[in-house]
């Protein structure tokens, strides 16, 4: 079974700039969330998706931060403008169901350093 | 407010000895706690998880406990690897399919 891919790895921009992420879940997996870890920090939940419907965005920060499922199957996280703060890896998960726990299989993250 | 914590930011043991990870949740309302293992480069992966119902439970050389009255959570790891060095999260579920981080406790394995 393949697992969550992201992409991509790396990236480097400079503050104010835009940049852009891509995740696919694994096939079938109808829930998908995107994460943000700082350095030394644990995963923090920024946005979750079931299908292609937002579940919880509370904590994204709007203002900046977009993020959608077109087709209920691979997802974009875009950050426009970027801050300094936002150097940090956005780790991609998904999961066969919702409305419980269950467990999330995450991707490998995009590091993201804003310079 | 929520949050779920580590005692130790790092532990250090002896290739073969046993190791014992600490975690305290602040959330009594969490029914269901998992460990996660994250290696360098990768995402968080699941090790073992455990219900509010149960005190003990055991995977392969994994063992979780849980002590409700203190609200803490512990990951044993028996006979210790190498391949074992990672940064070892505990994480609560709150509701539904939530799950909130720890800020990890990274275990080095000494030779």
């Known amino acids: 079974e393949a697992g969550v891919a992201q992409s991509p790895r790396y990236k480097i921009i400079e503050k104010r700039q835009s940049v852009a992420f891509w995740c696919n879940p694994i096939?079938?997996?109808?829930?998908l969330y995107w994460y943000q870890q700082i350095l030394g920090q644990g995963p923090k939940l920024l946005i979750q998706?079931?299908?292609?419907?937002?579940?919880?965005d509370s904590q994204l920060p709007k203002d900046r931060f977009s993020a959608e499922r077109l087709k209920g199957v691979d997802s974009t996280l875009k950050i426009q403008p970027a801050k300094l703060e936002d150097s940090a890896v956005y780790l991609c998960?998904?999961?066969?169901?919702?409305?419980?726990?269950?467990?999330?299989?995450f991707g490998p993250g995009t590091r993201l350093t804003v310079t | 407010g929520e949050s779920v914590g580590l005692h130790l930011p790092t532990l250090s043991v002896q290739e073969g000895d046993n190791s014992i990870i600490n975690c305290a949740y602040s959330?009594?309302?969490?029914?269901?706690f998992i460990w996660y293992k994250q290696e360098s480069g990768k995402g968080p992966q699941f090790i073992i998880d455990i219900r509010s119902n149960m005190d003990k439970r055991q995977g392969q050389r994994v063992t979780v406990l849980l002590n409700k009255t203190v609200k803490h959570l512990s990951l044993q790891i028996a006979a210790t690897q190498p391949g074992d060095s990672a940064v070892y999260f505990c994480a609560e579920n709150p509701h539904d399919d939530k799950i909130i981080f720890g800020k990890g406790t990274r275990l080095h394995i000494l030779p």
């Open positions: 096939s079938g997996h109808a829930t």
């Open positions: 998960a998904s999961s066969y169901l919702a409305g419980g726990p269950n467990e999330q299989y």
């Open positions: 998706f079931q299908n292609n419907g937002v579940v919880d």
């Open positions: 959330n009594s309302a969490s029914d269901y």
